[in-house]
């Protein structure tokens, strides 16, 4: 294996637990030493920008956000890379919105917001630990770039959407109640092309972890892609080497198993 220079890291059930809602100091202490000793450390997520607060105070190299439709430097003010959903699929939904009304959070550069509020929107945002979307006119939000949108739809609704919906988006998911959508083509895989590029390094030396459904293209993308042992079967059955869960000190035991330690 080719010396790792870049490591991808997902961050819920990746990087910070669904249980504590934090990153473990084994965790922290992996970074630190994957830094220390020349490694370059990324973030690659679903979420955007504004909501990667629980990663404050940790130094990383650059982020990718969006599931790979905004990628942004360490200082979050370079735009690397910026995908925003079309204008025409956006008011395509919006139109089939005010007919088959369903939550749908919309997603800006600057904040998420959501068409209303329910049980399953509460559910989310306990999940994982975050702020209920502000509520907002979807035709108001449309008019800013939408880089990401998620409606909380079962896979059959999500099928019709790509379909005959939103025909230039496609979704991933990482838990069963809400979908991300971003644009066709689109996918944490583009993320990390993009950050190599602007980084000046290979993909024969990169490393990514992921637990969700979302993560499946870097961790067949990139050279070695580890699950977390909470992932789903599915999604380990698409990395090279699964460690144990976040919880269990999963990352530092798969850097220590591959000699980042």
Known sequence: M?????????IDGTLVSFRTHRVPPSTLAALDALRAGGVKVFVATGRMLPMIDVLDGIPFDGYITYNGAYCVDAGRR???????????DLEAL???????????AFMPEDAITVNYVDDVVREVARHINVSLPRVEDPR???RRNVFQFCPYVDDEKMQYLERHVTPHCTASRWMPLFADVNVRGVSKQTGIDRML???????????????????????????????????ADHVKAAADYTTAPVDDNGIEQALLHFGLL
Not at 94 to 104: Q, R, Y
Not at 211 to 224: S, T
């Open 197 to 231: 590029e602007y980084c000046g390094l290979d993909l024969d030396e990169t490393m990514a972890f992921g637990d969700g459904g979302n993560d499946i293209p870097m961790l067949r993308h990139a050279a070695v892609g580890v699950a977390m042992g909470n992932a």
């Open 140 to 142: 108001e939000t449309i």
């Open 78 to 88: 370079n735009v690397i890379y910026a995908c925003p959903v079309p204008q025409e």
């Open 94 to 104: 919006v139109h089939h919105l005010e007919k088959d009304p369903f939550p749908v």
């Open 2 to 10: 080719k010396r790792i220079k870049a490591v991808f890291f997902d």
